[in-house]
């Protein structure tokens, strides 16, 4: 996360894998996800997940859902992937890293501390 003037940007990553019996791990399902917050609103300004590996069909039409969630509230955020993002509109892990974005307004206060 990283802060320029009144913008948030936000780049996080997810990925679920698995242990392989010869050894060594494989990814199963993995996105890439990055946002760009107003600072003093935390109104979410744009969404650009990136899909990378999908394990199920559904899972590429959950990428364009996404963008129900720009102009909405961080504060908000965890409520509104459970609210619009269901079933086949989301994806689990995806929405996931959707949740993990409500951290983010307390990371903006440790940000607001003098140094």
């Known amino acids: 996360m990283t802060r320029d003037g ?9 990925q679920d894998s ?7 791990r494989v990814a199963i399902h993995e996105y890439n996800l990055g946002a760009t917050v107003d600072a003093e609103t935390l109104e979410v ?40 993002l269901r079933g086949p509109e989301g994806c689990t892990h995806l929405n996931d890293a959707l949740r993990a974005l409500a951290d983010v307004p ?10």
């Open 6 to 14: 009144n913008l948030i940007h936000i780049a996080s990553a997810f």
């Open 18 to 24: 698995a242990r392989l019996r010869e050894g060594g």
């Open 45 to 84: 300004l744009s969404l650009d997940p990136e899909a990378r590996i999908l394990p199920f069909r559904e899972c590429p039409g959950a990428v364009h859902n996404v963008a129900r969630l720009v102009g909405r509230n961080l504060g908000q955020v965890r409520e509104d992937v459970l609210e619009m």
């Open 106 to 115: 307390r990371l903006v206060e440790e940000l607001r501390q003098p140094a």
